[in-house]
């Protein structure tokens, strides 16, 4: 096992062993436990008692995070000709189709969403190899299909995620930067659980949110209540 440096130890000293936070404690808490050069990320992590393996207890969505991700979102918007324009001024970094199209053949996927319209969906089945183990494959669930182009993109760039939930019952998704406010990180946070309880599967039974953790980029995990809203 590797062993800590005296940051690492600072950073685990000032988490109480065994003490579930509040979201406000914990988002206050993880700014002071964060010590990278670089501006971290704030991530979540919320166990679910769900089996994902079951459709009916799939867990998936999209949130609008009330102050964003603080990251800069790459999209690419896969459009005919008649909405490039559309596309290109509501802000999206690569807007075309056959040539991004040839790129990602070629292995091209230096971005992180995707959107597109219904018509080309067609067109991306064929990549669903390339793109899918990235979480890259449009999908109308999402919000990453439609006609509405400007909103989708717009939306994206102001920071609307989407979460699934993976093979172990677990959601991980990031919800701001260490730079942020502790009242923003909380008030992200808070805006993901709300949907994530919204979304629970009429087929998950027993308890649904079993445990939440916050963490920063190489920052230990802090235990969250699980007694929220």
Do not use: C
């Amino acid at each position: 096992m590797a062993r800590l440096t005296r940051k690492q130890k600072e950073a685990q000293a000032k988490i109480e062993k065994d003490r579930l936070y509040s979201l406000e404690e914990a988002s206050a808490l993880v700014k002071e436990i964060t010590n990278t050069k670089f501006d971290a990320s704030v991530d979540l992590a919320v166990r679910l008692g769900v089996d994902p393996r079951k459709a009916n207890q799939m867990v998936r969505g999209v949130v609008s995070l009330p102050h964003g991700t603080g990251k800069d979102v790459k999209v690419l918007a896969l459009v005919t000709p008649d909405k490039e324009e559309e596309a290109k001024e509501a802000g999206a970094d690569y807007v075309g189709l056959d040539e991004y199209l040839d790129k990602i053949k070629s292995g091209w996927t230096d971005v992180d969403v995707i959107i597109t319209m219904p018509s080309v969906m067609g067109k991306l089945g064929p990549l669903g190899r390339v793109l899918g183990p990235r979480g890259l494959m449009p999908n109308p669930k999402t919000g990453t299909v439609t006609m509405d182009i400007a909103k989708a993109v717009t939306e994206v760039k102001a920071g609307k995620i989407d979460f699934r939930v993976d093979k172990t019952g677990i959601v991980h998704a990031s919800i701001g930067k260490a730079s942020f406010s502790a009242d923003k990180i909380a008030g992200n946070a808070n805006e993901l659980l709300t949907t994530l309880i919204k979304l629970k599967p009429t087929a998950a039974k027993g308890t649904y949110v079993k445990s939440i953790y916050m963490s920063s980029t190489m920052s230990p995990s802090i235990a969250i209540d699980t007694k929220i809203g």
